[in-house]
């Protein structure tokens, strides 16, 4: 499937989806809510209760946010992607910027992850907190974007086909001479 010029390809996830990827944020949440509240253990629950509610606090916003609003996960185009898969979602992210686009394996979960060319730049466009979240999941994926498989309304394998053929147009465009839509 080629795409000509303007056209786009938007994932999105399934309402179903979305709905029941809230339920551990929020479960998580309340559970460390009960522990700041109760404080069962003493000072142990207390501390507890706030560190977690400082870690899936933010997951548990952000999923019940998604299962709410139709936000795509992701945006496809001939000049590039733009991602809004997850917390650290790279925003956009043109096709000339991308070194490798591959989907891996860590804890029970499949990743698509994309290396950039340059990973200074790219990090410098993000925002501190999102450099902070990616300086701490950087160890964990060999990427500088993560696209998490349950956003996905496809596989990460059909996925990450679609982007590197999408990836290789680019390039051929951009070595034949073709102009660039966005800087």
Not at 121 to 126: D, E, G, M, S
Not at 127 to 137: D, F, V
Not at 147 to 161: F, G, Q, R
Not at 165 to 179: D, E, F
């Amino acid at each position: 499937m080629a795409i000509q010029a303007g056209e786009r390809i938007v994932l999105e996830t399934p309402v179903r989806q979305r709905r029941r990827l809230a339920g551990p944020g929020v479960s998580l949440t309340a559970i460390s809510a009960a522990l700041l509240i109760f404080r069962p253990g003493g000072d142990l629950g207390l501390v507890s209760g706030l560190i977690g509610l400082v870690v899936f606090g933010p997951i548990a916003i952000s999923r019940l946010l998604r299962a709410v609003r139709n936000r795509p996960v992701l945006i496809l185009d001939a000049d590039g992607f733009t991602d809004h898969g997850s917390l650290i979602s790279a925003g956009y992210v043109p096709w000339q910027e991308v070194q490798r686009i591959d989907h891996r394996r860590f804890r029970r979960r499949v990743f698509v992850t994309v290396a950039v060319t340059d990973q200074a730049a790219f990090r410098a466009r993000q925002s501190a907190w999102h450099r902070l979240l990616l300086r701490i999941n950087g160890p964990m994926a060999a990427g500088d974007i993560l696209i998490p498989d349950n956003v996905l309304p496809m596989s990460p394998a059909e996925l990450v086909k679609t982007m590197r053929r999408l990836h290789r147009a680019a390039q051929r465009r951009t070595h034949s001479g073709g102009t660039e839509r966005r800087a």
